[in-house]
Nanobody
Framework: QVQLVESGGGLVQAGASLRLSCAAS????????MGWFRQAPGKEREFVAS????????LYGGSVKGRFTIYRDNAKNTVYLQMNSLKPEDTAIYYC?????????????????WGQGTQVTVSS
């Protein structure tokens, strides 16, 4: 139904910026709410951001609000995560996810499709 491929991860220093991309492909007539989650070693999966299909509504996790911005370009079937003022605590594997239906949500179980993830490492 939909395949997701993340890109843009890497190793950066604290205070730097990084933009992650998630390209969606697949045959579908449905629209999807898109989201970003992250998981650090030994920790539970954490909600980062979510965006409605048209981009009218967005939702952010408390630890990234004010620093990260989620946006999308539906003409390219791509959702982005602009990360500014990166901190070592942001180090994790970042996953892109897609949800059927409408309504932004922070609950990972609400999402139906997942990418393989991209590693983001922020040094001190």
């Amino acid at each position: 139904q939909v395949q997701l491929v993340e890109s843009g991860g890497g190793l950066v220093q604290a205070g730097a910026s990084l933009r992650l991309s998630c390209a969606a492909s697949g045959r579908t007539f449905s629209t999807y709410v898109m989201g970003w989650f992250r998981q650090a070693p030994g920790k539970e999966r954490e909600f980062v951001a979510s965006i409605s299909w048209t981009g009218v509504y967005t939702l952010y996790g408390g630890s990234v609000k004010g620093r990260f911005t989620i946006y999308r370009d539906n003409a390219k079937n791509t959702v982005y995560l602009q990360m500014n003022s990166l901190k070592p605590e942001d180090t994790a594997i970042y996953y892109c996810a897609a949800k059927e239906g409408s309504g932004t949500t922070s609950f990972f179980r609400d999402y139906n499709y997942w990418g393989q993830g991209t590693q983001v490492t922020v040094s001190s």
